[in-house]
């Protein structure tokens, strides 16, 4: 029997929102959905620490490679297109847990879901909510893993989780193999061989 079918989805990705309501002093009441996932990923580069998680795991590869500052000025980001490289890639996941989180949905996304944020955002909440995910429930993910999801982007296997313009999606792939080699130690004439074969399709 898998743990899917013994334990609940643990993860909360809570949104709140203000609905029309006649009967409150403003005209509006305050509402809440919650999504649940059953296992969320975080992505890093060396020691960093973050609050971030998201619902995709090729999500959290990319943020371990390029960082969150994509199409940022300059002087924001450490590369002209804002690819990060303050350490080795690595990605987190929030293992299976029979306890409960409930993070606040990351707004940057809108209304789109599977993206959330430990810690307490709102007043009212209670001590009883559990916003912040023990370091015991997240154990990293194998190199293996990463290495595989990078590779996949790499080669058009699927498409990158960021919102890239083309001059942006060449550069990505060109960043992305030069920490594979500097992190992961990937082999530099096959994978400018890769590059190059992959170049001519696009």
Request: proline residues 3%; negative net charge.
């Amino acid at each position: 029997m898998s743990w899917q079918s013994i334990l609940k989805k643990p993860y909360e990705i809570e949104r709140r929102f203000k609905m029309p309501d006649k009967t409150m002093y403003d005209g509006y009441s305050n509402q809440k959905f919650v999504a649940p996932y059953t296992e969320l990923f975080q992505g890093v580069q060396g020691n960093e620490t973050t609050k971030y998680w998201t619902y995709s795991f090729d999500e959290a590869v990319d943020y371990s490679f390029f960082g969150s500052e994509i199409g940022q000025m300059t002087r924001f980001a450490d590369t002209e297109y804002g690819f990060k490289d303050k350490g080795q890639p690595k990605v987190f996941s929030a293992k299976p847990t029979k306890k409960t989180y409930t993070l606040t949905q990351d707004e940057e996304y809108g209304s789109t879901s599977g993206r959330g944020i430990e810690g307490v955002p709102h007043e009212e909440d209670y001590d009883d909510i559990n916003r912040n995910i023990d370091d015991k429930d997240k154990k990293q993910v194998d190199d293996d893993k990463i290495i595989e999801s990078a590779l996949k982007l790499i080669d058009g296997e699927r498409d990158t989780a960021m919102s890239l313009y083309d001059r942006e999606i060449k550069k990505a792939k060109e960043h992305m193999y030069f920490m594979l080699n500097k992190y992961f130690g990937i082999n530099i004439q096959k994978m400018q061989e890769r590059l190059q074969w992959v170049g001519k399709i696009y």
